[in-house]
Structures are given as structure tokens and as C-alpha cells.
T-cell receptor, first 109, second 114 residues
Framework: KNEVEQSPQNLTAQEGEFITINCSYS?????LHWLQQHPGGGIVSLFM???GKKKHGRLIATINIQEKHSSLHITASHPRDSAVYIC???????????FGTGTRLKVLA | DTAVSQTPKYLVTQMGNDKSIKCEQN?????MYWYKQDSKKFLKIMFS???????INETVPNRFSPKSPDKAHLNLHINSLELGDSAVYFC?????????????FGPGTRLTVT
């Protein structure tokens, strides 16, 4: 079992829908990172969280340290949001990130 | 003005060859990483350097050898390439802080071993 689990693995939504992607982890962490990988392959950092909530445009990320859980929300989804979303955690006291297996999102027009 | 760049973007080579992938960052970061992404899109760390010092060295074959000539560069040399080495290799950089840091990724190098 991976130390970082994401759900769902695949998600298809209609344009305009509210989307939630979940990330659960089993290790103590100092930070959690949400990444976006477009079909072209490039990886972009969306958020880095150590507590609470962050918002950027239509994207919202939350983290609950006690429950070892984070969510990424996309409001008013658009076909250009179609990508793989990856959760990564930095273990407490370590330098490295552990990655989830990713959630493949497809938003239909 | 690319932040993290990698060369080459694509690399097709035959089994047994030796190849190198180069990475450069112009962000002034002090830490650089190499990741391997397999066909299932799973990212896994291979190496990390902080101020030219190796700080992460995961269980990878010793055919893979990272080299960091300075803080802005981290190269990956692979000897005796095997079919299973085919993957996308990503370089990333960050500024090491006492609490958290954000990573910036390069565009990736797609390595195909035939």
C-alpha cells in the first residue's frame, strides 16, 4: 500500500461541474504539494500546504493534518483543467517527497 | 528565461549505450532533484543534491550516477542502458528552508531504450 493514496484515480466531469480530488497519507509530514501534469507532460506546482486552506483562482486546496487528508477542489471546471493531478507529501524530518499515483481528470465541453 | 531546463527533451538509444541528461536552473535555488516517471505516470525520486552535496540517494541501479558541478546544474549519467530504463526523467529545483519549500519542475526528458 502506497504511503500516499489519491482518489478517484480517474474522473470525468462536464464543464462547469465542481470537482474534488482527495489525498490521504499515512506518514507524518511537514508539507503537502499539489501538482498538475498536462497531457503535454509538463509538471506545474499548484499549491504547497502545511495547514489550513489556500485558494488560487478557481482552485482551492485544504489540508487536515490530524486526519492526514487533503482535498483539491476545482470550481466551474473547464476542459483546459483536463490533466493529471498529483499529491506529494514531504515526510517530517526528511528532504524527500512521496508521490501519490495521480488522478486523471477529463472535463468535457 | 526558462526556470528549469533539461536537455535533451527526447532521447532514443539502444541497449548497452551510455547517455547523459543535463539540467540547469536559473532560480538561484540550492537544491536539485532527479525523478523518474514510469509508464503508469508514477513519479519516484532518484537523487537530490543540496549545495552540490548528495542528500537523497534512493535505491536505483548504480548504472545511474548524478553529478552536480555547481548549485545551478545537476546532470544524470546512465551507463549500460536497459529496456527498463525507458521513462520520462524530470529534474526539479527548490530552495531549502527550515520548514517547507516548493519544487519547480523541468519539462522532462523522454528516454526510449530500444
Amino acid at each position: 500500500k502506497n504511503e500516499v493514496e489519491q482518489s478517484p484515480q480517474n474522473l470525468t466531469a462536464q464543464e462547469g461541474e465542481f470537482i474534488t480530488i482527495n489525498c490521504s497519507y499515512s506518514v507524518g509530514i511537514s508539507a503537502l504539494h499539489w501538482l498538475q501534469q498536462h497531457p503535454g507532460g509538463g509538471i506545474v506546482s499548484l499549491f504547497m500546504l502545511s495547514s489550513g486552506k489556500k485558494k488560487h483562482g478557481r482552485l482551492i486546496a485544504t489540508i487536515n493534518i490530524q486526519e492526514k487528508h487533503s482535498s483539491l477542489h476545482i470550481t466551474a471546471s473547464h476542459p483546459r483543467d483536463s490533466a493529471v493531478y498529483i499529491c506529494a507529501v514531504r515526510g517530517r524530518g526528511t528532504y524527500k517527497y512521496i508521490f501519490g499515483t495521480g488522478t486523471r481528470l477529463k472535463v468535457l465541453a | 528565461d526558462t526556470a528549469v531546463s533539461q536537455t535533451p527533451k527526447y532521447l532514443v538509444t539502444q541497449m548497452g549505450n551510455d547517455k547523459s541528461i543535463k539540467c540547469e536552473q536559473n532560480l538561484g535555488h540550492d537544491t536539485m532533484y532527479w525523478y523518474k516517471q514510469d509508464s503508469k505516470k508514477f513519479l519516484k525520486i532518484m537523487f537530490s543534491y543540496n549545495n552540490k552535496e548528495l542528500i537523497i540517494n534512493e535505491t536505483v541501479p548504480n548504472r545511474f550516477s548524478p553529478k552536480s558541478p555547481d548549485k545551478a546544474h545537476l546532470n544524470l549519467h546512465i551507463n549500460s542502458l536497459e529496456l527498463g530504463d525507458s521513462a520520462v526523467y524530470f529534474c526539479a529545483s527548490s530552495r531549502m528552508t527550515t520548514v517547507t519549500y516548493e519544487q519547480y519542475f523541468g519539462p522532462g526528458t523522454r528516454l526510449t531504450v530500444t
